[in-house]
């Protein structure tokens, strides 16, 4: 079968993948497509060190193929949207309502795949850039079959990841004041679960002129192309400020442009050896800096409100995919998306 492979110095789509049956706890899902995101390009660029040779990919959705022994709540046929969080479900974490901090679905990659007699790591539990993908019962939401699957592959990842930063980590509240930096498919997110949550000026940023239109239809109210113009939009500050860039000196800015009480929500991925300065005077107003792990989410409650959400027409997912590629056009979907020129690649299989 199909697959986008990282050997560790170049990246090629290739045809001979094979892939193990399903065991118990597990479904094997037919991918019909999946998102190109930031992280898939992290890996091949070194921001993000992963084990290899390693099969990238982990927004996706598709069709269940076969479920192993003890899987219920999903059927060959349903429709799923994918989820990166491989959970144990029996952890103390877990059992708090708390997965994502499920210390058993970190740093364990599996390699379910094999090309010529040789395994591959799987990224993120779930590559989903394969035309099939093997993921914990857990990581597999059953969706309803009328949300388009190009648009329901972008929920287990920008969206758990943008909106659920905004829900259930920040906690905005009706009436709050929200800046964004970076406008790119977490950051539209990030815009879009302002809007659903009731933020009255939510503030987007970023270079790039050519992102306002699409930004203010996902929810901003104001676009700005440096962050030196907040204080005129935001004299006192934001209540919520979200970096979806990964770059240190955004870092600061957003700190930097809090109100009282204000939080800084780390959501862009720099490198893994960064560092980020902030004056420690500047925070005793109740200020807060709070990291966020995949939006803080619940996959399973979270997917499936999410898919309602666009269903009632709350939430944008069709407006996210700018751009949709059969995976033989790998490379080009990776310019185009490198180039900042869409929101969201798609491939296809």
Known sequence: MRGVVFDGERVQVVEDLEIRDPGPGEVLVAVSAAGLCHSDLSVVDGTIPFPVPVVLGHEGAGVVEAVGAGVSHVAPGDHVALSTLANCGTCADCDRGRPTMCRRAIGRPGRPFTRGGKPLFQFASNSAFAERTLVKAVQAV???????????????????????????????????????????????????????????????????????????????????????????????????????????????????????????????????????????????????????RYGSARPQRDIALYAELYRQGRLLLDELVTGTYPVEDFDKARADAEAGRLARAVLTF
């Not at 050519?210 to 239809?217: D, F, N, P, S, T």
């Not at 204080?231 to 600061?252: M, S």
Request: hydrophobic share 45%; net charge negative.
């Open 142 to 292: 059953r969706i309803p079959a009328d949300v388009p699957l190009p648009s329901a592959a972008l929920i287990g990842c920008g969206v758990l990841t943008g909106v659920g930063a905004v829900l259930n980590r920040a906690r905005v509240e009706r009436g709050d004041s929200v800046l964004v930096i970076g406008t790119g498919g977490i950051g539209l997110n990030v815009i879009q679960g302002a809007r659903i949550a009731g933020a009255l000026r939510i503030v987007a940023v970023d270079a790039n002129p050519a992102k306002e239109a699409v930004a203010r239809q996902f929810g901003a109210t104001d676009f700005l192309t440096s962050a030196d113009g907040v204080r005129e939009v935001l004299p006192n500050g934001a209540d919520h400020a979200f970096e979806c860039v990964g770059r240190t000196e955004l870092i600061r800015q957003a700190i930097d442009l809090l109100d009282r009480h204000g939080q800084a929500i780390l959501l862009g991925v720099p490198p893994a050896t960064a560092e980020a300065s902030f004056l420690v005077s500047s925070m005793y107003l109740d200020k807060s800096i709070l990291g966020c």
